[in-house]
């Protein structure tokens, strides 16, 4: 059974960091493009960052861009999203998500990825 969990959410001032992680059980995900997505209340899931199964690349948002880092380790089946700067739009559940193949023609969009984890919820009080 594939598995991702995200954890490091949680309350934080406005300019402050947090960390986010996805760990992936249940295959090996040293493989795979990986991305992170969020929802606020009453607004669609929006592409946050996604990076290469290498590592290689990595993508996004206009608004997270600067402020966000994605990585990921492939020995540890894990992949991070350290947010700096944090504004209290960032509000959101975050959740990460992983792609199976090595391909990742279209990191901006929600359905390009295979699998996801339960989310993790990030406030930012201002």
């Known amino acids: 059974q594939v598995q991702l969990v995200e954890s490091g959410g949680g309350l934080v001032q406005a300019g402050g960091s947090l960390r986010l992680s996805c760990a992936a059980s249940g295959r090996p995900f040293g493989n795979s493009p990986m991305g992170w997505f969020r929802q606020a209340p009453g607004k669609e899931r929006e592409f946050v960052a996604a990076?290469?199964?290498?590592?290689?690349?990595?993508y996004y948002a206009d608004s997270v861009k600067g402020r966000f880092t994605i990585s990921k380790d492939n020995a540890k089946n894990t992949a991070y999203l350290q947010m700096n700067s944090l504004k209290p739009e960032d509000t959101a559940v975050y959740y990460c998500?992983?792609?199976?193949?090595?391909?990742?023609?279209?990191?901006?969009?929600?359905?390009?990825?295979?699998?996801w984890g339960q989310g993790t919820q990030v406030t930012v009080s201002s």
């Open positions: 990076i290469s199964w290498s590592g290689g690349s990595t």
């Open positions: 998500a992983a792609k199976r193949g090595l391909s990742l023609p279209r990191p901006r969009a929600w359905d390009e990825y295979d699998y």
